[in-house]
């Protein structure tokens, strides 16, 4: 079965200072997907970031890029130069492409930046 | 502007009653999704549809139901057999089913309360 681990349940980072926020995931298939996810308080999901496994660059959007260390099981999402709006939930998420192909979440990490 | 229509924002279900969750989207998208979220928690797969007048259980189906008559609208109805359903519902939907990096767009949920 799938697992995505979120060990961080609160963060606080200073305003224009990057973050890193850990996520690892349990699969023993080759073929997989993760995404980063972003809920503020409004509730709704916002999609950040994507990395496929056969990607062979950290994916980036933006302020946003992703740590992918593919021995370790690790897609670490890292926010350069945080700004106040970045104060939310964040969860990672997997799919599994040879495992009904349906998005698992972790946990979820919520990050507070402090002016 | 396309997207996601969750309704209500907020609902309130008396005991041994059934309330339906409106989920309505305007992207023509052919899969459509129902998460819950419990606070402090990741999200939960309850049921899924790939296609009109076809749906899935999730990891979490019983004590709910679901029906996909539309391509536009996959309504929630929470039973009076789901005896902790207070939660925040979440709607989302994919132009298919999990395919690689497809990401799935939200609404903004329901709280559901139990009084």
């Known amino acids: 079965a799938q697992k995505i681990t979120q060990t961080q349940p609160g963060m606080f980072v200073q305003e224009k200072e990057a973050v890193t926020l850990d996520c690892t995931y349990d699969t023993s298939d080759p073929s997989y997907g993760l995404f980063w996810y972003k809920q503020p308080s409004s509730g709704e999901m916002i999609f950040l970031i994507y990395q496929g496994s056969y990607d062979q660059q950290n994916a980036t959007e933006g302020r946003y890029s992703l740590n992918f260390q593919k021995a370790r099981k690790s897609a670490n999402l890292v926010i350069s130069a945080s700004q106040l709006g970045d104060s939310a939930m964040y969860f990672c998420a997997m799919r599994d492409f040879n495992a009904g192909n349906m998005l698992t979440f972790g946990g979820g990490t919520r990050l507070m930046v402090k002016p | 502007d396309g997207g996601i229509t969750q309704s209500p924002k907020y609902l309130f279900r008396k005991e041994g009653q059934n309330v339906t969750l409106s989920c309505e989207q305007n992207?023509?998208?052919?899969?459509m999704y129902w998460y819950r979220q419990d606070p402090g928690q990741g999200l939960r797969l309850i049921y899924y549809s790939q296609i009109v007048n076809d749906f899935q259980k999730g990891d979490i189906a019983e004590g709910y139901s679901v029906s996909r008559e539309k391509k536009e609208s996959f309504p929630l109805t929470v039973t009076s057999a789901q005896k902790n359903p207070t939660a925040f519902y979440l709607c989302a939907s994919s132009i298919q089913q999990g395919q690689g990096g497809e990401k799935l767009f939200f609404g903004s949920g329901t709280q559901l309360s139990v009084l």
């Open positions: 992207l023509n998208h052919d899969a």
